[in-house]
């Protein structure tokens, strides 16, 4: 584990699936590149509306998955979409919504779920 630079986060990465998922989007005409990752995002995280927060900005970065509580009082967030879009909902999670405390995110690379819209569990 790194610890990020100017900051208390503490991050770890776990690699399982190495190829990128492969994307149709029709209005294209061709596949895209999509990562598929599941976070889990430690600190002051329920009860500070993250799920609601992280949703409206997954849906802002075209995201698909799911928020959701863990009983250990973290969030696990799973994500699926563009490369660039997995990145950027990576970064807000270090923050999240202002109420929040984040001390901890983690990545874990996973194989494509083909997923439809964002939703709060």
């Not at 998922?21 to 995002?41: M, N, S, T, Y």
Request: glycine share 8%; charged share 30%.
């Amino acid at each position: 584990m790194a610890a990020w630079p100017n900051s208390s986060l503490v991050r770890s990465r776990t690699r399982i699936w190495s190829r990128p998922c492969p994307l149709h989007d029709p209005e294209k005409g061709a596949e895209q590149i999509v990562d598929c990752a599941r976070f889990h995002v430690s600190g002051r995280v329920q009860g500070v509306f993250f799920r609601a927060s992280t949703r409206a900005q997954a849906m802002r970065l075209d995201i698909r998955g799911y928020a959701r509580n863990l009983p250990d009082g973290r969030v696990e967030v799973l994500a699926e979409g563009k490369p660039e879009s997995i990145s950027e909902l990576e970064l807000w999670l270090q923050r999240g919504p202002e109420a929040a405390r984040v001390t901890g995110v983690e990545r874990e690379d996973i194989e494509e779920q083909s997923l439809t819209g964002f939703v709060v569990r």
